[in-house]
């Protein structure tokens, strides 16, 4: 008797704990367009809330977060006329908030990460990039961490400090021509950007890291023949990219740049890179791969889709988790494998001439 009487008293417990939660999911997805930081689940919880209205429908799982670029500030020292990733905020999440977003995503099957801004090496002087390429490498093991800068700004010390744990150092460098240089904003003060480029170079060789350039091909550029200047240099990839618009970025009312007059048409893109075609190292990227094939985060830990032409974030991982964030990101995972985004990445399985 007593036995049945706290079966069914249990049942009725739940029942009502059932009816608590459901309340108060509806309550906080209510809520939740007001941008307030409230829990949007709790332990146990198994209902699945209503999808805000942007969202796609997933009739697949997810895509997995192989290769993650982590643009963790906007901050920058130069003023490139065609910068899409501008300095809207001045924002950088807490270090120990940052790597544990990188823990989820490795958890969430990431193996490469990629630092990148507006420019990485301005946050404490590289040591916020530097404690981060660490923690990846050591820490979480990752095949593949990465880093995308304009150069100016990076010492030897850094290198003895965490050389050890960087396989790819990526300089954006677009022409070989000084006055070219200054014309796109690529500078700051006196400093040869070529000539850092060539310092950085031998850097790279000394401490094992693997030596990378980016270049935004434009109006300014577009009818420049680097292909010497490549071959001395021989980084282990040379990716070319067509001049992007995005709106509230670099274009529209509402952004700090105007890059219309650096855009490029698609004939001008293919005929430069029908020039370098002898270049083995060379890796293009037109608009249309570059929107759909990148995993893009930006200093919020929000996924960015850039398919409409904007950059229209999701929520944070941080708050929603990896595989609710990533649906809001637009990633075309087979455009990605297409363009031959996954490579050999790590410098152990590279056949260099350190």
């Given amino acids: 008797m007593q036995l049945a009487l706290l079966a069914r008293l249990v049942s009725v417990g739940r029942a009502v704990l059932g009816g ?3 309340r108060l999911g509806a309550l906080c997805w209510s809520l939740a367009p007001l941008s307030l930081p409230l829990p949007l689940s709790l332990p146990g919880w198994r209902d699945s809330p209503p999808r805000p209205e ?11 977060p192989t290769s993650v670029n982590y643009h963790f500030t906007r901050q920058c020292n130069y003023k490139c006329g065609f910068c899409f990733h501008t300095a809207k905020t001045s924002f950088v ?32 002087r590289g040591e916020f990039v530097g404690k981060l390429v660490q923690f990846c490498k050591q820490e979480l093991e990752l095949p593949s961490v990465s880093i995308v800068s304009n150069g100016s700004l990076i010492r030897k010390q850094w290198f003895e400090k965490y050389g050890e744990y960087l396989d790819i150092l990526a300089i954006s460098c677009d022409s070989f021509d000084e006055d ?9 003060g006196k400093k040869n950007h070529v000539e850092n480029l060539h310092k950085l170079r031998q850097w790279c060789r000394e401490y094992a890291v693997a030596f990378k350039i980016n270049s935004v091909i434009n109006t300014f550029n ?21 001049c992007l618009l995005i709106e509230g970025e670099n274009s529209g009312e509402d952004a700090l740049r105007e890059a219309e007059k650096f855009v490029i048409s698609d004939e001008d893109f293919d005929r430069f890179l029908d020039r370098h075609k002898d270049v083995s190292c060379l890796v293009p990227e ?61 410098k152990a399985d590279m056949k260099l001439d350190w």
Avoid at 54 to 64: N, S
Avoid at 229 to 240: G, S, T
Avoid at 324 to 346: C, H, N, P, Q, T
């Fill in 93 to 124: 999440l807490p270090l120990e908030e940052a790597k544990r977003g990188l823990a989820m995503l490795k958890e969430a099957g990431m193996e490469k990460v990629n630092f990148s801004g507006g420019e990485p090496f301005l946050q404490d």
């Fill in 180 to 188: 070219v240089n200054v014309l796109i904003g690529r500078r700051q």
């Fill in 54 to 64: 942007r969202e796609q429908e997933w009739d697949e799982a997810p895509p997995t």
């Fill in 286 to 346: 037109s608009n249309q791969k570059m929107r759909d094939s990148y995993l893009i985060l930006d200093e919020y830990m929000r996924f960015l889709n850039c398919r409409n032409g904007r950059k229209e974030p999701s929520k944070s991982i941080l708050d929603v988790g990896v595989e609710a964030a990533i649906k809001f990101s637009g990633f075309d995972e087979k455009m990605f494998l297409r363009r031959g985004g996954k490579y050999v990445w790590s």
């Fill in 222 to 242: 577009v009818e420049e023949d680097m292909n010497e200047q490549i071959k001395a240099l021989n980084p282990v990839r040379w990716k070319v990219f067509q």
């Fill in 20 to 22: 608590l939660r459901g």
